[in-house]
């Protein structure tokens, strides 16, 4: 009954639909995006109706992986873990039409120090992103928080350039104390999301996460911006203002 009321609900304010997928970035500039995440299925869950909205409007989008998940197969180890994983974020990532890039740390076991930092500053400024999408970092997993900080220190040294916002995952579970500034309507696309997160086949994600998590968030982020389904972002104050769709 609940399920049925809110569809109901999102269905009436819902945006026009085909319109707004398909609406170019009002500057005509060809954007590339960067979406920064600890695990596979961290850039896809997060943001992934956010990447494909972008790749449907005519822009880049790069999906960086600073780990292939090596820890997050029980019973498996870790060279088989990450082949698995890089192989079902491939197929995400194709489904979003992103490219997807590896930060060559190891899952569970992720690193923040100097020359860690000057990896990620250096893939920055080959990748040289006008908006960079990463985790919000109050976040319980020590690999989210870690990543959001490599990241957060590329767009320092960068001179903050860039367009920086932070995304959320497991919002309760994992990311907390996240008050949204932004937000994306996915629900031209939310379809497509799914399938890239249920591309991650060893992460349960469909019979676990998604439901429990994911789902739910989609619905409270599309009721508080006025649509069916939406994603929602922190947008860092002292970076420019980017085109988000929706
Ligand atoms: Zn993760």
């Given at each position: 009954m609940l399920g049925l009321s809110v569809a109901a609900a999102g269905a009436a304010v819902s945006r026009p639909l085909q319109g707004s997928a398909l609406r170019p970035d009002p500057s005509g500039k060809k954007l590339k995006i960067l979406v920064a995440g600890a695990h596979p299925d961290d850039p896809e869950t997060g943001c992934g109706g956010t990447m494909l909205r972008y790749a449907l409007a005519g822009h880049e989008v790069v999906a960086w992986y600073?780990?292939?998940?090596?820890?997050?197969?029980?019973?498996?180890s870790h060279e088989e873990a990450a082949r698995i994983r890089t192989a079902e974020l491939e197929q995400a990532c194709k489904i979003l039409h992103a490219r997807p890039l590896f930060g060559g740390q190891i899952d569970g076991d992720t690193e923040v120090n100097r020359a860690r930092y000057e990896e990620v500053r250096k893939m920055m400024e080959q990748e040289n992103p006008d908006i960079i999408f990463t985790h919000?970092?109050?976040?319980?997993?020590r690999d989210h928080r870690a990543c959001s900080l490599l990241i957060y220190d590329a767009w320092l040294t960068m001179g903050r350039k860039a367009s920086l916002y932070y995304f959320e995952v497991d919002t309760g579970g994992q990311t907390q104390h996240f008050q949204p500034t932004d937000y994306c309507d996915i629900t031209t696309v939310v379809e497509k999301k799914h399938e890239a997160c249920f591309a991650h086949k060893s992460q349960k994600i469909k019979e676990e996460t998604y439901p429990e998590y994911h789902a739910k968030m989609e619905i409270f982020r599309g009721l508080q911006h006025g649509c069916k389904y939406a994603e929602a972002y922190v947008h860092h104050e002292q970076s420019p203002r980017a085109w988000i769709p929706g």
């Open positions: 600073l780990t292939r998940g090596e820890a997050g197969i029980p019973g498996t919000w970092p109050v976040d319980t997993h």
